[in-house]
């Protein structure tokens, strides 16, 4: 993958805050420093799914939090690492909180992203980045719901490679945790990162 350090560098403060907090200001810092070796090597030797892809950040994002775990030689507990997501996440939660999902427009703006990609993902894109994302509607519960699939996961793959597929699940309940910051809620029925064929997205807003 094209590498960028946006995502490391927006949570860093948050997960080395966590890591002191737990193991001392020293560690942490020595842990965060070697993490943004890790986190270009990782980044690097990820698959290539396309420097354009609508999709990648989402790859890019959960590195970030692999990386130092990895950086750690595997002794930061996945626990801790769940901490270090969810703390990430609420430090930007005003970003995910203009967003409302019981409207309208909140679930538009929601789903816009996962259209984006599947007109981007055309098949041609598939052939040419054939382990990028797949994603499709069916199986859709109410007509106009904001609903999608994902049937192929590069990050779950590139995880079961690194030998940390034990982070998968705590990627997977930061969905609920975003959404929940946008006012909604993610119904789902499983997970491919707890060995169910699809990570389903079937979201409404808190208030319905």
């Known amino acids: 993958m094209k590498y960028n350090d946006f995502y490391f560098w927006m ?63 595997k002794k930061i507990p996945p626990e801790t690492v769940q901490e270090m997501m969810r703390r990430s996440l609420y430090h930007i939660k005003w970003y995910f909180a203009k967003t409302d999902l019981n409207t309208d427009k909140g679930k538009a703006e929601n789903k816009k992203s996962i259209v984006k990609y599947v007109k981007w993902y055309t098949p041609e894109k598939e052939k040419q980045y054939p382990t990028s994302f797949k994603v499709d509607f069916e199986g859709q519960p109410h007509e106009g719901a904001c609903y999608y699939r994902i049937t192929r996961c590069p990050i779950c793959a590139y995880a079961e490679k690194l030998g940390v597929s034990e982070l998968m699940p705590l990627f997977c309940e ?15 029925k499983q997970a491919l990162a707890n060995g169910g064929e699809f990570c389903d997205y079937y979201i409404t807003g808190n208030r319905e």
């Open 174 to 188: 930061l969905d609920e945790v975003m959404i929940t910051l946008q006012h909604g809620v993610l119904h789902r």
């Open 11 to 73: 949570f860093k403060s948050p997960m080395k805050k966590v890591l002191a907090e737990k193991y001392g200001r020293e560690y942490a810092a020595d842990i965060m420093k070697k993490s943004k070796k890790v986190y270009r090597e990782l980044v690097g030797k990820a698959a290539d799914i396309g420097d354009d892809n609508p999709m990648a950040y989402n790859e890019l994002f959960a590195l970030a939090f692999v990386a130092p775990y990895i950086a750690s030689g």
